[in-house]
């Protein structure tokens, strides 16, 4: 480990000593040279001798050649070594990503050639997308670079030399490109005026005189695969910023292929962003190496000039703060069905829907953890993102590394004193939003479960893994990239909670997932966020740019995609107690077929409203009865909605077969769960479904089980379905016993949770000999705790431990076989 340092001489003396026997151990090179404290003449024979010992009997790997090319390692024997190794593991597509961190090992080597920058030169020759990342890696260090700028000069113009003229040009190409962009930001980032039509006007001179109206191609920083001949000006704009970046989109010369979104963006150091997504790809590369993908999304950032760059785009997204904003400021930020509702309306089908959930719980696990343990700030709404997809990420790394968001300013006393309070108190952001949707809008009892499950799972792979972390981190800390050292670094160590076992790393996440869950600052936060952001209207039918679509329904549908509507009426009415009291009215749709839809007296309102927008003569309204709902007001509107959809059928074929008419009758997510749930109540229940049913809520425990240094280790992780008693939820607990045990010697308890599907999290620890555990059966039983009354058991589990394979963890869910009902 990187951080590992020996205080005592005593250690190093004892660790040095006995080199010979770790010789063969893992990465235990760089620790017993760090442990020489004496690197004169006389010791660098035993210290030469040592590393032909180890790289005689087996391979250095790539991690254990990064950690000697520390600056801890200044000795050039050692450095060689180091470089054969890496340069015989290191792939073309790691060479890219490990770019940033190859540039700064060259600043302690003696000479300007070193072996990795030959070897860099040489891949260049036939590797132009590597051409593409150093030229501009350089590009960036000769501007931020003040004691090794002419190493890297050197090295810049080496590069320019050997390769084709053609791509020189190109290159030049994109470096004009990026001057003309500089300037057009910093005169618009003055423009006080109307900052959207300066924008065009310079873009179109941009096409005219750069591009040459089509006639001169380039590729784009932040994208090489990408050749463009034009900016799509009529889709550029500005964001709300006090940096002002701009979204820019650029047309490929190709027409055939999709365009390319970026930010381009003056002020803000982007060296922060590049080094946290770089972090995140080597903690996407290690989850998948141990076959899990959290989904993550992640983007390319260059930072051209000082505090200037491109961002690229995620397309098919928004913010949480987009997603919530048309429910209002105040129930937008306190709804838990926003996401829930903004994914089913984006995902008709059922079978995108499913994988929209997933990809939602997978990717929050992953950025859960990731921005947990590198110490991301200021999260909040508006840099939390979402796609249609699922997929869940982060945007807008300008704190980290434990640099925490922080604002405020109090006067006491006449004295104007600033009091500065942090805006990211949760550990990271969970929320119950996330969790609603997650759950299949809260209808799922083991999804928080499964998203704990991951998490911890992802945490402690990182935890397994965390030396390659650490050190890319480390090799960046000579960077001069702002809050980025030596103590920065342990703070991620810190993060990763080594002094903890398993068992208890993963107790440590649980708590941290629920602190985050209950933390009632993210919830005000993304509030004061929502509050700052300027609007153009408080009504939220405003903010809905496409005439054709709705807030529950933001794509377009038409007559041919749907079939023409003979007829609609209300049949029925429900009502719904989800978070708050409304009512679902239920629409027989006649076309060649009969669909049942269901939609809120709102959502037929605010047909109403943009009938009215888009054909101002429709000529009747739609009476809006009372603001409570209750079962009188709710037979009232039924009245009122046939009314409404009589008039509106009578109507002309360019309003009743318009697109706006045609999108509101779509059947939507939520038309075909209540379709669904309605099938299900009338079916009678054939033996086969009655087995399945009864096997879905079937009361279970998921154990862990892991053997290792003399110890068994129990972890009771949580409990699915466990039954009432009287009606009322349980207080459940474990208990665990290794039978035969006629004293009861074995007997361990855990702690009482308040949940009919409780997260335990429970380790039960037995100092016995593997022989002996084989013996034992294991006897977990789930109580329910009963002040003054008595405890009863809810469920027990008896566990053959002959049967388990003790090479590795196992965890996996056990069925209850005795239960209390």
Known sequence: MVILDYELANERQFLWSHRHFLIHKPYALPKLLKSRSVWDYPSLIDIYSLVNEITNHRKIDEIESFELLLPAFPDMYVRSCAYRSLISHITSHELIIYLPQILQIIKFDYYYLSPIIEYLLKQCINDYHLVHKLYWCLRQLLL?????????????????????????????????????????????????????????????????????????????????????????????????????????????????????????????????????????????????????????????????????????????????????????????????????????????????????????????????????????????????????????????????????????????????????????????????????????????????????????????????????????????????????????????????????????????????????????????????????????????????????????????????????????????????????????????VVRLYITYNYRTYNEFYELYERLNKQFPLIGFNLKFSGQIEDNLIAQRRVRDINDFLENLFRLTSDITESDLVYTFFHTIQRDQQMNDAKEKSNEELSPRSSQISSTNNQSKIRIQLKYDNGKLFVMARHANNLPLKNGNEPKPYCKCYLFPDESKSTKQKGKIANSRNPIFNDTFTYEMDLAEIRKRVLHVGVWNHVLNVGNHVLGTVDIQLSDIDWSKENARDYTFTSLDA
């Open 144 to 588: 931020t670079e003040n004691v090794h700028v002419i190493r890297y000069y050197y090295i810049f113009m080496s590069l320019l030399y050997i390769i084709e003229e053609y791509f020189y040009i190109e290159l030049e190409n994109e470096y004009d490109l990026c001057i003309n962009l500089y300037n057009i930001g910093s005169e618009l980032k003055n423009n006080k005026l109307n900052k959207g039509y300066f924008l065009i006007e310079e873009l179109k001179k941009l096409n005219n005189e750069f591009f040459q109206s089509g006639q001169r191609s380039c590729r784009l920083p932040c994208q090489f695969s990408f050749v463009t001949n034009r900016i799509d000006f009529n889709s550029c704009s500005t964001f709300h910023s006090l940096t002002c970046p701009t979204k820019l989109v650029f047309n490929s010369i190709d027409l055939s292929s999709e365009k390319y979104y970026s930010i381009y963006k003056i002020g803000d150091d982007l060296r922060k962003d590049q080094i946290v997504l770089q972090s995140l790809t080597c903690m996407d590369k290690i989850w998948k190496l141990n076959d899990i993908d959290f989904r993550l999304s992640l983007f390319n950032v260059v930072q051209t000039q000082e505090c200037c760059g491109f961002i690229e785009m995620i397309t098919e997204s928004e913010t949480l703060l987009q997603i919530e904003k048309p429910l209002g400021t105040i129930k937008g930020s306190f709804s838990e069905s926003a996401l829930y509702n903004w994914l089913s309306s984006h995902n008709t089908n059922e079978r995108d829907f499913r994988t929209a959930l997933d990809n939602l719980t997978y990717s929050c696990a992953g950025y859960c953890v990731a921005t947990y343990v590198l110490g991301i700030g200021d999260r909040h709404n508006e840099n939390i993102m979402v796609k249609k997809s699922g997929h869940l990420f982060h945007i807008d790394f300008g704190k980290y590394l434990g640099d925490t968001q922080k604002f405020g300013r109090f006067n006491r006393n006449d004295i104007k004193t600033k009091l500065f309070i942090s805006s990211d108190r949760a550990p990271f952001v969970f929320t119950k939003q996330m969790l609603y949707a997650m759950s299949d809008g809260g209808t799922s009892n083991d999804a928080m479960h499964r998203f704990v499950d991951l998490c911890c799972n992802a945490f402690c792979i990182l935890r397994q893994n965390s030396s390659l972390l650490l050190i890319l981190l480390s090799h960046l800390c000579s960077s001069n990239v702002p809050n980025l050292n030596y103590d920065t670094i342990r703070f991620v160590y810190d993060r990763l909670a080594p002094s903890l076992n398993y068992a208890e790393s993963i107790t440590h996440f649980t708590e941290l997932i629920v602190d985050s869950l209950n933390s009632t600052w993210t919830t005000l936060n993304g509030l004061i966020h929502k509050i700052a952001q300027p609007t153009n209207s408080n009504n939220s039918s405003s903010l809905i740019s496409n005439d054709t679509t709705f807030s529950f329904i933001p794509k377009t549908y038409t007559i041919t995609t749907d079939g023409k509507i003979i007829s609609a009426q209300v049949v029925d009415y429900e009502k719904r107690t989800k978070q708050s009291k409304y009512y679902l009215y239920k629409l027989k």
